[in-house]
């Protein structure tokens, strides 16, 4: 299968940190993608990775293990408009993408 | 003008009914794809094509077929609708690394 797992919800402050986390089978594996989704709409883009390691984009950065099927979504300084469904979806090949079910973060004041 | 766009956004439809929703971009992508979403779900893969003469099933194919018009318009039809096919569809396109373009999605009631 392509069993792909990360939290239903998660919750947290204003101004703090948070970790989502996202586990995938290693086999048949091209690159994690993570998107943030907010209610009723498209998702939108936040990172994809490919190789091992940390990547940073502002506010956002996306870490990946290859050997251990993991990877993380680290969202910093929290602020309300990050309140979303985070989907982490794995490349098995072909560009085609398996998606698990998200991970409901609720930003609270 | 939006890069992937779906028509309808929203449509309630009978049980037994055909239904076909659209998809077109101006990506100029060769890959297009259906996925559909239901609450606190995933987004799961219907179809999927990777050129004008490429059409692939995805996990939940059963129950949908698809079209291929052109490399910029891709269509999803349901032959006779049921409930449980009420869902939020998206479709999107990609280029051979995996950037993806989602529409904004079509919200499907079949009552």
């Known amino acids: 299968g392509q069993n792909i797992d990360q939290p239903t919800e998660m919750t947290a402050t204003e101004g703090a940190i948070v970790q989502i986390n996202c586990t995938y089978q290693t086999s048949g594996f091209n690159g994690l993608f993570w998107y943030q989704q907010h209610a009723g709409e498209a998702p939108t883009f936040l990172s994809y990775?490919?190789?091992?390691g940390l990547e940073e984009k502002g506010r956002f950065s996306s870490f990946l293990s290859r050997s251990k099927g993991y990877s993380y979504l680290l969202l910093k300084e929290l602020q309300m408009k990050d309140s979303a469904s985070y989907l982490c979806a794995k490349n098995s090949g072909y560009s085609t993408l398996t998606f698990g079910k998200g991970t409901m973060l609720l930003v609270s004041p | 003008d939006a890069d992937v766009t779906q028509t309808p956004r929203n449509r309630i439809t009978k049980t037994g009914k055909r239904i076909m929703l659209e998809c077109s971009q101006t990506?100029?992508?060769?890959?297009m794809y259906w996925y559909r979403q239901d609450p606190g779900l995933g987004l799961q893969l219907i179809y999927y094509?990777?050129?004008?003469?490429?059409?692939n099933k995805g996990e939940i194919s059963d129950g949908y077929s698809v079209s291929r018009q052109a490399q910029a318009k891709f269509s999803l039809s349901l032959e006779s609708a049921i409930p449980n096919q009420t869902a939020l569809y998206f479709c999107a396109t990609s280029d051979f690394g995996g950037d993806y373009t989602f529409g904004s999605g079509t919200r499907l009631t079949v009552v």
């Open positions: 094509s990777f050129d004008v003469k490429d059409i």
């Open positions: 990775n490919v190789l091992d």
């Open positions: 990506k100029g992508h060769d890959r």
